[in-house]
């Protein structure tokens, strides 16, 4: 839990000074549990962001975008009611617990000015964002109402006293002054200090470990969580985020925490920019896997039913290819029909092209002539379904190939936009459903945006982040001397080498082109593997067949190179 009481103490503290007597220009509400203000101060505009989230609740200042709903919901339209234009008087935490309290002096629809009150709870699941009247107690509103059904104690509903949340039976860490006696656990620090994480508190217990191997806490702790507090108040906290190899915020806080000393560290000038940049981030990550998991389990079970129906079909086409001995069974019973005798169940003959005798089945309740006729039948089928099965299996093997692509592109997407886009792409050759809404109004569709590198000399090198991407990368915007490149048999993006001021595949030197195959390689299936084949060709030999499927290409005259996958630095 990294929004503790401290986090929420140095928030607090940095909101009022930094917008305090600010004005309430507009509120909005881009999510159901969410809030955005933006505020006019003497130092800029800013935008003060609000979550009641039960996994991200939190209170910062932010510079990122939200899409906001085209109809404002109810607590968005009672707030521009009660607290729009409003001035903020204090911005303050309240006792040490994760609770933020903004005092906003407005205007009443008479004219009067009022005193209202913003609380932000920051407590889990039970996160909320209420706003009451200051001189009556009485709650106008919550983000999320509490009826005596869901907590007997304590209701959020209009009208109704406000009450905070119950206290609990411990010292505030702001009060802090001695904890000698305790036992040397984190879960004994966290039952008596009221306000600090998990990290925190292992964090207090390596400076008692690092005293003595007592059994109790040594002054150290408390003389630590002294300092922590002291830095917030003075000025001297320094925000920053421990960031682990995959590029994913672990922690956050506005100290140091050794049990994170392996890990990257970002530092941030103010505690909102290192808010908001772990649960931007945090967020970002736990979204684009929620929606990619159900799209990537559709994909995918089209793509098993595929491989099923490509094993069925091969072992079709292996019967069908077997089906020489019916014909011969049809010939020798047409030659030796004078044997065969009414109710017989099998015949031995010689076969005539070895001399060997050869028993051949047969079909008691029809004569010899009805049972050659039904040998050669049989093997008439069988030949006409080798083509069948062929074709089939080619069409099939389209398919296998084009799911895997999009199974590449979807367990490389990064970003909502790109998941939509692979969605509309998916509707639109057949292996999703169309929803609803879709059906009914057109989404405005996104300017395809490939990954952009630079190689070592400058050369600029375009990489497709989906299939619908890559026929646009390929087909419209690539000229026909650039270069295009693909990992040899196995899914992944399309790859452009932009070829300016008239040059072409000749003039690049080996190392470009191994330092581009390694790009083509680390955005293919293939990224976590060495030695990847790489095929490179001029764009003029690159073709996209008629009713083919998005990013199916065709192509002649290219080259392979074996490369490891790697990006430039």
């Known amino acids: 839990m990294a929004y503790d009481g401290i986090i929420t103490y140095a928030v607090a503290k940095e909101l009022n000074e930094r917008i305090s007597l600010g004005k309430i220009e507009k509120v909005y509400q881009p999510g159901r ?35 906001n709903p085209d109809q404002p919901p109810t607590f968005c339209m009672l707030l521009r ?65 509490i009826s005596i059904d869901v907590n007997r104690y304590r209701q959020l509903l209009p009208g109704v006293i406000y009450q905070y949340p119950p206290k609990q039976d411990k010292i505030a860490f702001t009060e802090v002054h001695e904890l000698t006696g305790l036992p040397c656990a984190d879960k004994a ?51 920053r985020a421990y960031i682990d190899e995959e ?20 530092y941030f000038d103010t505690v909102s920019e290192c808010v908001e940049f772990f649960y931007s981030n945090r967020e970002a990550s736990n979204i684009v896997r929620q929606k990619a998991h159900p799209l990537l389990r559709s994909v995918q079970g089209s793509l098993d039913k595929a491989l099923l129906k490509k094993k069925k079909l091969s072992e ?76 089939q299996l080619e069409d099939n093997a389209k398919d296998i190939e084009y799911l895997e692509s999009v199974v590449q592109s979807i367990e490389a997407a990064d970003n909502v936009p790109l998941l939509e886009s692979i969605r509309d792409e998916l509707e639109e050759t057949g292996y999703v459903r169309r929803r609803q809404k879709a059906a009914q109004r057109k989404r405005k569709k996104d300017k395809p945006q490939p990954i952009k590198y630079q190689l070592s000399d400058g050369t600029e090198v375009l990489v497709g982040r989906n299939n ?30 932009k070829m300016e001021d008239g ?21 293919s299936k293939a990224s976590g593997s060495d030695n990847v084949p790489v095929d490179y060709v001029p764009v003029r030999y690159v073709k996209k067949p008629n009713g083919a499927k998005p990013g199916m290409v065709i192509f002649t005259h290219n080259q392979t190179v074996y490369v490891t996958p790697k990006i430039p630095e």
């Open 503 to 523: 040059r072409n595949v000749d003039d690049l030197s080996a190392e470009l082109i191994y330092e581009a195959a390694s790009i083509a390689a680390y955005h």
């Open 33 to 67: 549990e969410e809030l955005l203000v933006h505020i006019h101060t003497a130092r800029g505009n800013v935008r003060l962001f609000m979550s009641a989230n039960s996994q991200s609740a939190r209170v910062c200042l932010t510079e990122d975008t939200y899409t």
């Open 247 to 266: 590029g994913t915020p672990r922690e956050f806080h506005i100290t140091d925490l050794r049990e994170y000393e392996g890990l990257e560290e970002k």
């Open 316 to 391: 079709d086409l292996l019967n069908a290819e077997n089906s020489d001995k019916y014909r011969l069974y049809g010939e020798l019973l047409t030659a030796n029909i004078h044997m065969i005798k009414p109710g017989m169940r099998k015949v031995t003959v010689t076969n005539y092209y070895n001399g060997e005798p050869i028993d051949i089945p047969l079909d008691e309740k029809i004569g010899a002539s009805a049972n050659a006729q039904r040998y050669f039948k049989k093997y008439s089928k069988a030949r006409v379904a080798i083509h069948e099965k062929q074709a």
């Open 468 to 497: 619908t991407e890559n026929d646009w990368l390929t087909i419209k915007h690539a000229s026909k001397t650039d270069v295009w490149m693909h990992t040899k048999d196995i899914p992944g993006s399309h790859v452009i080498i």
């Open 189 to 239: 620090l966290m039952a008596t200090v009221s306000g600090i994480s998990p990290a925190i508190s292992r964090e207090m217990l390596r400076y008692c470990r690092d005293d003595d191997d007592a059994a109790t806490l040594s002054a150290a702790p408390s003389k630590r969580l002294t300092e922590i507090v002291g830095a917030i108040d003075d000025g001297s906290a320094v925000a």
């Open 81 to 145: 009611k009660h607290i729009q234009g409003g001035r903020i008087t204090e911005v303050r935490a309240r006792d040490g617990e994760r609770i933020i309290e903004i005092d906003i002096e407005a205007q009443n629809e008479l004219g009067f000015y009022v005193c209202r009150r913003l609380i932000v709870e920051i407590m889990a699941k039970h996160s909320n964002i209420v706003l009451i009247d200051t001189e009556t107690g009485k709650i106008i509103d919550a983000i999320k109402r």
